[in-house]
């Protein structure tokens, strides 16, 4: 193949298995007791995941686990003082894959108004399955900020900090901005606010709530670029390929990121904020993230209810989790809308207290996502493949017999597509949880009393076809 110019497109499509279904691997990062503390042998793996056929290849509906690497060792976790993490799998090339570090400077627990500190790790996927760890990194550090680390004395404020990563993306080749914004194989963050910083109420150790505005966490669209235009097959691997920037054995401490969006605080009342989840592009260049903080409406799809400290009035709400971004590198930013699934996924009634009855029928829940921009796969172009981890709910003052049942109901692979140009998703398939899965989550069959197998991070991800050679 000869060299792509840098206005050049990437060859289409995604690595493919000998099956013919597109390659899908999965992150599986912290995952806590109620400690909290870190469960040994369970964290850190990267899997791909196995689809489950019958004879004459159709897919079954269950899904499988096949480990890939076991990076626990690569990637250790602090249960304690710092709650570190890693997570957001996203695939930006055959043999590169990232994955971001979040951790604190000190103990988070009860003071969520701690700066949170991350970073993004670029890994490598040898052909024979082998991965060689940290290549290169980034800090992800708002806009021409100095990287906190170096101390305010040197001009680094932990102010500078973006929030925690929701999720890692990519400029898909065929939008508009994969061109007219040179950056072929750039890199796309979405952060947010909870629950370190922002707005969001925290609570001490004997219980009491709190205000934590102790920082400058803001919901963000970060954008990492390329710079070299003499593409190789070495492009992804090269540090020297991307932005220069705040990371680990640099000369330059000032932030590689530019600024796509500042869409400012996702406060109580907006509903907009998100949590550790996932983000994904389409082929046409749109957003979707989740899972979204208390976007509370009286209508599938509706607006969210104004409400401060953390709750609404008594009475009857039904969460969402997914939104929308018009493209967002295109200034779409400021056209941000609620997905619905016309009240179509589970319910449960385990989480009605005191008053307050929660249908749940358009909250998936899930923590990591990822795209079918080529059509590929059995559901097709821009369908958007959706993991809601196993035992993912659990709530103090609810039915817990009834949380257990509403967990497994939903756990596995949700597979989703925006209907036409409206704003709801129609399911299109749920894989379900093979026995493979058991040894690293089994089921939480008491997830208040015991709190066991809560999956901290997570990822998703496709792997491209295109090696840049």
């Known amino acids: 193949m000869v060299g792509l110019g840098t206005m050049m497109q990437d060859p289409y499509g995604w690595v493919l298995d000998s099956s013919g279904d597109p ?20 964290t850190n793996k990267l899997f791909k995941i196995v689809f489950n056929k019958d004879s004459s290849g159709g897919h079954l509906g269950t899904i499988g686990l096949e480990l890939v690497s076991d990076l626990e060792t690569n990637f ?61 990194n980034r800090k992800i550090i708002k806009q021409n900020q100095t990287d906190p680390d170096v101390g305010e004395s040197n001009g680094g404020f932990t102010s500078s900090w973006p929030g925690p990563i929701s999720g890692l993306s990519f400029v898909t080749p065929e939008s508009n901005d994969y061109d007219t914004n040179r950056v072929a194989g750039s890199i796309v963050a979405l952060t947010g606010c909870y629950p370190y910083g922002g707005p ?106 104004n409400y401060n400290n953390w709750a609404p009035a008594v009475g009857t709400y039904r969460p969402h989790s997914i939104a929308r971004i018009d493209p967002p590198l295109s200034g779409g930013t400021n056209n941000r809308t609620i997905m619905s699934f016309g009240a179509n996924l589970p319910e449960t009634t385990a989480f009605n207290v005191g008053g307050y009855v929660f249908k749940h029928r358009n909250f998936l829940g899930a923590d990591a996502g990822c795209c079918d ?37 939903k756990e596995g692979l949700w597979v989703i597509k925006r209907n036409g140009s409206s704003n709801s998703f129609d399911t299109l398939q749920h894989y379900t949880l093979d026995s493979t899965w058991d040894s690293y989550l089994p089921h939480d069959t008491t997830p208040i009393s015991t709190l066991n197998h809560i999956v901290g991070s997570a990822g998703l991800s496709f792997r491209p076809i295109a090696m840049r050679s």
């Open 373 to 409: 921009i080529y059509g590929q796969t059995v559901h097709g172009k821009d369908s958007i493949w959706c993991m809601v981890n196993r035992n993912d709910q659990r709530f103090a003052s609810g039915n817990e017999a009834g949380i257990a049942a509403f967990n497994a109901a």
């Open 23 to 42: 390659e899908l691997y999965y992150w599986l990062g912290s995952v806590w007791d109620q400690g909290p503390t870190i469960i040994p042998g369970s």
């Open 200 to 305: 969001h109420p925290g609570y001490d150790s004997n219980g009491v709530q709190g205000n934590d505005t102790g920082q400058a966490h803001k919901d963000m669209i970060l954008r990492l670029d390329t710079v070299d235009a003499d593409i190789n097959n070495n492009y992804y691997e090269s540090d020297g390929s991307w932005a220069s920037g705040a990371g680990d054995n640099t000369d330059n401490d000032v932030s590689a990121w530019k600024q796509i969006a500042n869409m400012g605080e996702g406060n109580n009342s907006s509903g907009w904020d998100h949590g550790e989840g996932w983000s994904t592009i389409d082929s046409n260049g749109s957003m979707y993230y989740g899972r979204a903080i208390n976007y509370w409406a009286t209508t599938d799809g509706g607006a969210p209810v």
């Open 76 to 136: 250790p976790h602090d249960s304690a003082p710092t709650q570190r993490s890693f997570g957001n799998l996203t695939f930006i090339s055959r043999n590169v894959f990232l994955l971001t570090q979040e951790d604190c400077d000190v103990d988070p627990i009860y003071h969520y108004n701690l700066h949170r500190k991350s970073k993004m790790w670029a890994n490598k996927l040898a052909e024979d399955g082998t991965v060689t760890t940290k290549i290169w």
